[in-house]
């Protein structure tokens, strides 16, 4: 049995353990996403992608084709921005992009709307964009470890949010005032 027929084989499985085994094999065997192919369209239909330690210094604009999408682990990786189109994956629930070198995050985040879980921990943002006040569903909020030193008036506008992490940043006491007054049933972590 060659590559392709095992990761096909596990991803078809009933079992969970089985199918998350399969994407492990997937991203071993493809040093970047569009290798991904080589499954067959089989590989497109996936809700899980962990591409964590891949030494990933990009991600290629047609990320948007794998509209199935609901969690996504690009962590420890060495992406200094993300695409555009990472705004057209609405199934998206869990963005995690952990130890990476990210100095911006582009607008399109916005159009996340599943989005629940959102981590940038630990990269070198310095501002948010504003369209992060679009993202109505989300609950959870990993910021610490940046350059920040403040965070967008929008922030206010997410009314289900329940924890940010936001320590080590360079946040000054009066803005870390703001954004508590902003979000008065959230709890956040300076």
């Known amino acids: 049995m060659n590559e392709r027929q095992k990761v096909i084989e596990l991803l078809s499985s009933s079992n969970p353990d089985s199918i998350a085994l399969g994407w492990s094999l997937a991203a071993v065997f493809a040093k970047d996403l569009l290798e991904l192919r080589q499954f067959g369209d089989e590989v497109f239909g996936f809700t899980v992608l962990d591409f964590t330690f891949k030494q990933l210094t990009t991600l290629p604009e047609s990320i948007d084709q794998l509209q199935n999408l609901e969690l996504v682990d690009f962590g420890h990786n060495q992406l200094t921005t993300l695409p555009e189109s990472i705004g057209q994956l609405q199934q998206l629930e ?50 610490s470890r940046n350059q920040l030193t403040t965070l967008p008036e929008s922030i206010g506008q997410l009314k289900k949010l329940k924890k940010i992490y936001a320590y080590h940043n360079c946040i000054p006491k009066a803005e870390q005032q703001r954004i508590r007054k902003a979000l008065p049933h959230t709890k956040i972590y300076f």
Do not use: A, C, V, Y
């Open 94 to 143: 869990g963005l995690h992009l952990n130890s990476n070198q990210l100095k911006t995050l582009p607008q399109s985040i916005g159009q996340l709307q599943n989005l629940t879980r959102l981590s940038f921990s630990s990269n070198q943002l310095q501002t948010l964009p504003d369209s992060i006040g679009q993202l109505h569903n989300l609950e959870w909020l990993w910021l």
